[in-house]
């Protein structure tokens, strides 16, 4: 997707706060009724694509608008240390998810690889009823500006979906160090109908609907946390 100047303010907006991270307060699945939602609640993010403009490589942006000043030192911004002469004509960045972390107060940091096919094998991981925990990610961005990364999950148990989340992530300049995106916080259910084992799928798509990343994967809901290995 190309720096196009209706885009401006949108990727300015989501450049800064490392990335554009989003902001927000506590979700809780709830253990009652509403814990669970109906199927006319399908993610639709197919439909919503954006279409923002031909992509173009990260030295054809540089090469845009270069008279204008503004423009330019936003792109520096937003580009940062980026070694130009390492990036080539690539035009579509690539998202390397590395890890991603389970933090909660109430235990160290549960930290989990990522299979390459998105398929972890067996019960991926096990939360404790009730607890407060936050999702923290570990990524690499290579080849080209990756704009409007978002994540969504969704979580089905006996094959009823009971939960849906949209969060955005941001825009991000290529570089070797990997980033880390912390998610909202979130709330485990708690009770005798919400322990049990679950289903999920998570996405990670950027502005022009590509999705980066898909985990199918299982875990647990229990009494406690399971032991760490």
């Not at 609640?41 to 992509?55: F, K």
């Not at 409007?148 to 969704?154: H, M, P, V, W």
């Amino acid at each position: 997707m190309g720096l196009v100047d209706d885009n401006k303010n949108k990727e300015k907006e989501a450049s800064e706060d490392e990335g554009g991270a989003a902001r927000g307060g506590g979700r809780q699945m709830s253990d009652d009724s509403s814990f669970y939602t109906t199927d006319q609640e399908e993610d639709n993010d197919d439909e919503s694509a954006l279409h923002l403009g031909p992509q173009c490589s990260l030295k054809e942006q540089l090469e845009k608008d270069k008279d204008d000043e503004s423009l330019r030192k936003w792109k520096e911004q937003l580009l940062g240390s980026v070694d130009i002469n390492n990036i080539g004509e690539t035009l579509d960045p690539e998202v390397k998810f590395l890890s991603v972390a389970i933090v909660s107060p109430e235990r160290p940091d549960m930290v989990l690889s990522i299979p390459e096919d998105g398929k972890p094998q067996g019960l991926w991981f096990t939360l404790k009823e009730g607890s407060h925990y936050r999702l923290k990610f570990s990524f690499q961005v290579s080849n080209n500006i990756v704009s409007g990364l978002r994540y969504t999950n969704t979580v089905w148990k006996s094959g009823l979906r009971v939960f849906s989340t949209k969060d955005m992530i941001g825009t991000f300049s290529p570089q070797q160090e990997p980033y880390t995106h912390e998610m909202p916080e979130e709330t485990a259910p708690s009770g005798f109908m919400a322990r049990g084992s679950y289903t999920a799928k998570s996405k990670f798509l950027d502005d022009d609907n590509k999705c980066h990343l898909e985990i199918n994967y299982t875990f647990d809901i229990r009494k406690d946390w399971a032991s760490a290995d």
